[in-house]
């Protein structure tokens, strides 16, 4: 004999979880994780540095952009937040008048670290591709790698894969470049054959 269905997550689910930890609503489940490790809230940091000046201000590049960092995004009966979320400012003209947005992205950014890296790369990947989020990009911190991801009749393509090494020029913003290992400040880059086991160390 089954027991009742499980009733599905909501909202007040959702602000109700203490505000040390991150909250989620995914298929239906609340989900959460610690706040983020110093290593994976400086990169998230620096890249929105690279970003903002150029493609947000219009310093030095287009304009045209929203960034916000760690916004709350509906998707349907989801609820999910990603590191840095970005928007062309023709599609995001006003401030909502909930605590979460309503209007998919066109490009979000994850930075994986052991608590969130299986949930990133299936079932958010998998949500934002539903939900028309036109550029993905996951930066993962511990191995200095960047991978990009690009929507194509609705699944996602890999464009390219970046390391300390290299200079990155990626869309939807390779009206500029940026050198990689500037998103790790207080790492030396990481070599190819290097052991990457004491950049994990504290992370979560």
């Known amino acids: 004999m089954t027991g009742p269905a499980k009733r599905p997550a909501t909202y007040a ?68 937040v990603p590191d840095v979320a970005g928007w062309r400012r023709e599609r995001l003209s006003a401030v909502p008048k909930r605590n979460y947005l309503e209007v998919a992205p066109d490009w979000i950014c994850e930075v994986l670290s052991a608590s969130t890296e299986k949930r990133d790369r299936s079932v958010k990947k998998r949500i934002y591709a539903t939900g028309g989020v036109s550029y993905l990009w996951l930066i993962d911190p511990r191995l200095q790698l960047l991978e990009t991801f690009e929507l194509s009749s609705g699944k996602w393509t890999d464009v390219g894969t970046w390391n300390s090494a290299d200079i990155v020029r990626a869309p939807p913003f390779d009206a500029i470049s940026f050198s990689l290992a500037d998103l790790w400040p207080l790492d030396p880059p990481l070599g190819f054959n290097e052991d990457p086991t004491p950049y994990y160390a504290g992370d979560r």
Do not use: C, N, Y
Request: glycine share 14%.
């Open 13 to 80: 689910d959702l602000e109700a979880v203490p505000p040390h930890l991150v909250a989620e609503i995914i298929d239906g489940e609340l989900m959460t994780h610690p706040r983020p490790s110093f290593r994976h809230g400086a990169a998230a940091t620096s890249l929105v540095d690279e970003l903002t000046g150029p493609f947000q201000k219009g310093r030095g590049g287009p304009g045209g952009w929203v960034f916000i960092v760690e916004p709350e995004i509906k998707f349907g009966g989801d609820i999910l």
